[in-house]
């Protein structure tokens, strides 16, 4: 029986990593379908293999009959597959060679357990490879959460099989991971989200919330500050590093006639009166305010943040007709316009609260408000903070070698697309100059942070199509520009720096894609199938 071996040559497995037993075997079928029309095969059993592989194992789309010829043909295939298969994992071990390639087992196999045995040696393949690759392995991979990994309380499926791709048969991790999002929370309270929802052990240290670079601040912990924000904000500031923390509430019980928006407080003053308090008499001036993420009640915490930033921080009395362009150090954390949850369209978020703020000050005072820096995504500082900690979980599974490629996998073009490019930028402008400089101080890396050292040399942007992203509207390359920057006004409007790297349908086609590149997955040099990942490869 004459197989097309040239074909079968051409089908380059460059390493025995699965991207999928469906995908594997769907392209090893193309690849040689023209000597198996040649060997009697009909076109009804192709055509049932090619289109049911990506719903099922192969192995169920194969006829049991070993006595066909169609069956006979497809056997030798598989067998020349397998046989090059064995080749190329030669690395593995012994036992694993000898439990899935033993050529005295070959000749007794029918197409139906012969393509399990080949679906079974890729995924023991895959796991093996990565794991004694670990001391090689120089990538890390940064998870947007809300829009990849789920979406409002509920987790993606594809979130759960992608986890099994990045750990081994003990759930522990062979690539160093990290979870950046712009909400804000407990690290702890989020790692245990995450690890119910993946089915694997996340830890604290692996989270990054919008929060989270504050925690090498440190010039700031022993200040007095206002944290702003909603939630556990007292335990957030404390697990931060902060000693010295206020709140709107206590700022607002020390000087009641400042929230006069609020009727009822009005209707209350109106009724009982006030006296200057003794609590007034008594407040210490707030010396920075963080505003970790939006508040309720914006009404209140518009009007009190413009009065601190208006009096250095104590308002018990007017300021002068002067004001002075600077003001009390001002921290922004999260400065994403809108995000997606469980609503059928995006939501404000804190950016929009920004915008509120900013607009008002500026109209009051005629200056901008001059924050001392602007943190998580796209902020190059959360990115720079993002990689400090792919370096230290990297370091806790055993990977020696320094992280050269970071990939953020995201659904905000406007936000985690942009912010990777953004660090990309950064880190070639770095790489050519020993100063960086940047456009506004309040994206300024202080040089005194406590992080381990930079060694990425890109930043790699990976945007899904579960979130923000409707991959309805087509490339964001094509799309006209908008009228609008929806970004901060401290960031650039580059729509270039919105392009991402690679367009994948979802978390898990990302992950593989990653992989693919990384390790080497597959290369199907002759493959005339365009994938469906290829849109936006770079």
């Known amino acids: 029986m004459n197989i097309c071996r040239n074909c079968l040559s051409n089908l380059k497995l460059t390493v025995a990593v699965n991207r999928s037993h469906a995908r594997l075997c769907r392209y090893a079928v193309m690849h040689c379908q023209r000597s198996f029309y040649s060997t009697g095969g009909g076109n009804h059993i192709w055509k049932s293999v090619i289109s049911r592989t990506s719903r099922q194992p192969f192995s169920q789309t194969i006829p049991h009959s070993s006595h066909s010829a169609s069956n006979l043909g497809l056997l030798k295939i598989l067998q020349n597959l397998k046989h090059k298969i064995c080749l190329l994992t030669s690395s593995l071990p012994s036992r694993t060679t000898s439990k899935y390639f033993s050529q005295s087992q070959v000749s007794r196999q029918n197409p139906a357990s012969l393509a399990e045995e080949i679906t079974l040696t890729f995924s023991e393949s895959h ?7 670990k001391d090689q392995v120089d990538f890390g991979i940064i998870f947007d959460i809300d829009g990849v990994i789920g979406r409002g309380a509920n987790p993606f499926m594809a979130s759960k099989k992608m986890m099994k791709l990045l750990t081994d048969k003990d759930g522990e991790f062979m690539v160093p991971v990290s979870f950046c999002t712009n909400s804000v929370g407990l690290a702890t309270d989020k790692a245990n989200l995450l690890s119910n929802w993946l089915d694997v052990k996340i830890k604290p240290e692996q989270m990054i919330g919008a929060h989270g670079p504050l925690t090498v601040f440190n010039e700031l912990h022993d200040k007095r500050v206002l944290i702003v924000g909603q939630g556990k904000i007292l335990e957030m500031a404390h697990e931060l590093g902060f000693t010295n923390v206020v709140t709107i509430e206590e700022v607002k019980e020390a000087f009641p006639l400042l929230d006069i928006v609020d009727h009822s407080n009005r209707h209350y003053i109106a009724k009982h009166g006030i006296t200057r308090s ?53 921290v922004a954390c999260n400065m994403d316009l809108v995000f997606m949850a469980d609503a059928c369209m ?32 796209p902020s190059e500082i959360t990115f720079r903070y993002a990689e400090h900690c792919i370096s230290k979980h990297a370091q806790q599974i055993g990977i020696t070698k320094p992280i050269r490629t970071l990939y953020l996998i995201g659904d905000n073009p406007e936000v985690d697309v942009f912010g990777s490019n953004l660090y990309n930028k950064f880190i070639k402008e770095c790489l050519q100059n020993e100063n960086c400089d940047f456009p506004h101080t309040s994206r300024q890396i202080p040089e005194d942070f406590d992080f381990n050292p930079q060694t990425a040399l890109r930043c790699n942007s990976v945007l899904v199509g579960t979130g923000v992203y409707d991959p309805k509207i087509g490339k964001i390359e094509d799309q006209e520009l908008d009228v609008y920057h929806h970004g901060h006004r401290d960031f ?18 990302a992950v593989l894609s990653i992989l693919e590149k990384e390790v080497g997955v597959f290369d199907f040099t002759n493959n005339n199938e365009k994938k469906d990942d290829s849109e936006y490869l770079s």
């Open 492 to 509: 650039e409007s580059d729509k270039k720096l919105k392009v991402p790297s690679m367009y994948c349908s979802d978390v898990y086609d």
């Open 127 to 133: 796991k093996s490879i990565l794991s004694r690759m």
């Open 346 to 377: 995006p939501r404000f978020g804190h950016g929009a609260f920004l915008v509120c703020l900013e607009s008002l000050y500026k109209k009051i005072t005629g200056h901008d408000i001059q924050y001392k820096a602007l943190i998580g995504k």
């Open 278 to 330: 003794h609590s007034q008499d008594e407040f210490e001036p707030i010396e920075a305010i963080v505003l970790i993420g939006e508040p309720n009640r914006w009404e209140t915490h518009l009007q009190l943040i413009v009065d601190l930033l208006l009096t250095g921080g104590h308002p018990a009395f007017a300021p002068d007709k002067h004001i002075p362009q600077q003001h009390i150090p001002i």
